[in-house]
C-alpha cells in the first residue's frame, strides 16, 4: 500500500537510528494490520509509519512484541543483531546499512516502491518532494508467528538500513 506521507522529509543517517523494544513510539502517520489466517496462533502484525522510521506490534499466541526503530531512542546506532525472548517467543532483529552513489540510491529506492507499491502485505511511506526519501515496511505470517523487514532510503547521506525481524511462538 502506497502512502502519501504529509509531512516533509527530514533527512537522517543510519548513525542516527535507534532500537528499542516498547509501545513509547511517535504517533503512527499510517499503519497496516495483517492477521494471521495459517495458524490460530499467529496472532496479527502491525505494520506503523513514523516518517522516516517504524513502529511494529507483533503477536504470536501470547506473546506481544513491540519493535521501534526511529531516531532519539535510547541505543544507538542499530544493533547489528539481537536475538533473545520475547513473552515466551523468540524474537530476532538484523539491520544492515549499505551506502549507495546518487544515482544508485535512486535504483534502489526506484525498484523498492515498485516492487512493494501493490502488495497486499506492505506499508510505502513516500515524502513530498523527495522522491526517493521512503520508508517501506514489508510482513508475512510464519506456522507461528510473523517475520518483517524494513527499508529507510536517505538521500542524502546515500545510505539504506535494512532490518528483518521475527517472532516466533512456542511449538
Do not use: I, K, Q
Not at 502517520?29 to 522510521?53: F, I, K, Q, Y
Not at 502488495?119 to 517475520?147: C, I, K, M, Q, Y
Amino acid at each position: 500500500m502506497l502512502c502519501s506521507l504529509a509531512v516533509p522529509f527530514v533527512d537522517a543517517r543510519a548513525s542516527a537510528l535507534s532500537w528499542w523494544l516498547g509501545d513509547d513510539a511517535p504517533r503512527a502517520l499510517d499503519a497496516l494490520v495483517l492477521t494471521g489466517v495459517r495458524s490460530p496462533s499467529a496472532g496479527r502484525l502491525e505494520l506503523r509509519l513514523l516518517g522516516a522510521s517504524h513502529h511494529v506490534v507483533a503477536t504470536a499466541g501470547a506473546a506481544r512484541c513491540p519493535e521501534v526503530v526511529a531516531c532519539g531512542g535510547p541505543t544507538a546506532p542499530l544493533p547489528a543483531r539481537h536475538d533473545g525472548d520475547v513473552g515466551g517467543a523468540r524474537y530476532r532483529f538484523a539491520s544492515t546499512t549499505t551506502a549507495y552513489e546518487p544515482a544508485a540510491l535512486a535504483r534502489v529506492a526506484r525498484d523498492l516502491r515498485r516492487r512493494a507499491a501493490d502488495a497486499d502485505n506492505a506499508l510505502v511511506g513516500v515524502f513530498p518532494g523527495s522522491p526517493h526519501a521512503l520508508t517501506v515496511l514489508t510482513g508475512r505470517e510464519l506456522a507461528r508467528g510473523w517475520a518483517w523487514s524494513s527499508w529507510h532510503v536517505y538521500p542524502a547521506a546515500g545510505e539504506v538500513v535494512r532490518t528483518r525481524s521475527s517472532l516466533v511462538g512456542p511449538a
